[in-house]
């Protein structure tokens, strides 16, 4: 499994850190227990350079690059990658973040949405309210407490 680029010239949403990427690769080729079952917990927050108009934030920007690299990568595990901030605000709006499956970019293509689009035009919230009429999209309210942003990636083996 590649985790570490897309086919991407001038974005900046194509890397995941080397580091990152070798903790994914690990968690797919172990078998630390029976169940097959794994989950990887991140913390912290990234950066985002802003490129459009668009509307969303730091996780669901994640999430929806997280998608485009899932979509690319040819596995039988399934993997679930949620980000969200734990004070219930991604960016300048209501949502707190958003989930996303190896399914996702095969969603978005029969729905007609093109993620690379989103992407290049910081527009992850829009795109996570259309996807799926908004399922993918959490909605927490806000919590009171910012601590940092969380990333929890399940893997399925």
């Known amino acids: 499994m590649e985790c570490v680029a897309i086919p ?20 797919l080729s172990s078998k ?9 917990i991140f913390g912290g ?8 108009e668009g509307l969303g934030g730091r996780c669901q920007e994640m999430a929806l690059a997280a998608a485009l690299i899932l979509g690319q990568v040819d596995t039988s595990c399934k993997i679930t ?21 190896q399914n996702t970019a095969c969603q978005a293509l029969q729905q007609g949405l093109d993620m690379g689009v989103f992407l290049e035009e910081s527009d992850s919230y829009r795109f ?26 399940f893997i399925d083996l």
């Open 45 to 52: 927050e990234t950066t985002v350079t802003l490129r459009g």
């Open 32 to 40: 630390h227990n029976d169940s097959g079952k794994r989950c990887l």
């Open 81 to 101: 990658f949620l980000a969200t901030s734990t004070d219930g605000q991604d960016g300048p709006t209501d949502a707190s973040g958003a989930v996303i499956t």
């Open 8 to 27: 991407s010239e001038d974005k900046q949403y194509e890397h995941i850190s080397p580091e990152t990427g070798g903790k994914i690769r690990s968690a």
């Open 128 to 153: 996570f309210r259309l996807l799926n009429g908004g399922d993918n999209q959490l909605k927490s309210g806000l919590t009171g407490t910012n601590l940092m942003d969380i990333i929890f990636i």
